[in-house]
């Protein structure tokens, strides 16, 4: 009897705690690629990228523009060829045998409390340096507070990428992360970190990006999970919507939240990622005419 009911428990526990049906959710390809050292300093300086006042002025999102080319642009980078109006090599140290651009598909649901999102893509082979030699694969995701932090409707996270970082072009010391100019915790003006390592005994992170990129205080994240199959990888994110930690964003509807997201394949580290360009999402709501925006509809 005792078992019984133990059993049932379990069962009903298991129901109301379970993750969406991901049949019912149509994937969104997302192209990640490789960035080199294109800072934030870099895209937004006209001589090295002809397209800043249209970023500036028309307010054009880089997805608008790079959606379709974004694996060319990471061939051209991974392989330490000249690019933008400068012909600046972004990669000074091409990696043999590393890819350009990593094909991700994307779905996300959310529900009363949670809101999930999963990830899918074939393991790259080869190619990097094993900087980091305990995590295979790393996947980070960061979004804002619903356009609290400035340009990250059109770049995503590139608002937190500089030059001066560890790996990047100038680097103020082997240390320095990613970082938010202007940023401001209480005002909202932070994006908001979840990261999935796949190292043995890792745990996952819940973390912000502030005046510095911190590792800990948030509340949200419940689960990160992966699975590697053969040659396939699956993430898996599970999030209160509500947050509640230091640098937790809380997740609401009517608003519409900007995020971006990396994978660090093949044991690698700093800026060796794929990146995702600027996307957007919110819970409900269509915004057919924004191609890079996802609507993430309710089970
Ligand atoms: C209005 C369209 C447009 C927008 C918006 C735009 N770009 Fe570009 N981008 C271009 C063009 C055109 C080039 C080719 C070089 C040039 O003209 O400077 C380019 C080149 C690049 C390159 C070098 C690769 C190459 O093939 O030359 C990178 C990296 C890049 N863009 C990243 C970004 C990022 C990140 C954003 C958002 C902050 C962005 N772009 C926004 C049009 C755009």
């Not at 770049?155 to 992360?177: E, I, V």
Request: hydrophobic share 35%; proline share 4%; with cysteine.
């Amino acid at each position: 009897m005792k078992k019984l009911a133990m059993a049932m428990l379990v069962a009903l526990a298991g129901s109301a705690w379970a993750a969406p049906d991901w049949s019912k959710v149509a994937p969104r390809k997302v192209t990640l690629f490789y960035p080199g050292q294109a800072s934030l300093e870099w895209v937004m300086n006209k001589p090295d990228h002809s397209a800043v006042p249209d970023i500036v002025d028309k307010k054009r999102s880089c997805a608008k523009c790079h959606e379709g080319d974004a694996n060319e642009i990471g061939d051209k980078i991974v392989k330490g060829m000249a690019v933008g109006s400068s012909k600046s090599v972004l990669e000074p140290t091409p990696l043999k045998g590393k890819v350009g651009s990593l094909p991700v598909m994307m779905q996300t649901a959310y529900d009363a409390d949670k809101i999930y999102f999963r990830f899918e893509w074939t393991s790259p082979q080869g190619g990097d340096t094993k900087a980091d030699p305990k995590n295979e694969v790393k996947l980070t995701m960061m979004f804002d507070g619903g356009g609290t932090v400035d340009g990250s409707n059109q770049n995503g996270c590139w608002a937190t990428c500089h030059q001066d970082l560890r790996s990047m072009k100038a680097p103020k010391d082997d240390k320095k992360t990613k970082y938010l100019k202007d940023a401001d915790l209480a005002a909202g003006k932070f994006m908001d970190l979840m990261q999935y390592r796949s190292g043995k005994g890792e745990k996952p992170v819940d973390g912000f990006v502030a005046t510095s990129r911190e590792m800990e205080g948030g509340k949200g994240l419940q689960k990160a999970e992966g699975k590697k199959d053969g040659n396939k990888w699956v993430v898996t994110f599970e999030r209160s919507l509500s947050g509640g930690g230091k640098g937790d964003h809380a997740i609401v509807a009517g608003k519409t939240y900007n995020f971006g997201f990396a994978i660090h394949e093949d044991y690698s580290n700093a800026r060796f990622h794929y990146v995702s360009l600027g996307y957007q999402f919110g819970l409900d709501k269509a915004v057919p005419e924004v191609k890079n925006y996802i609507n993430v509809v309710k089970q």
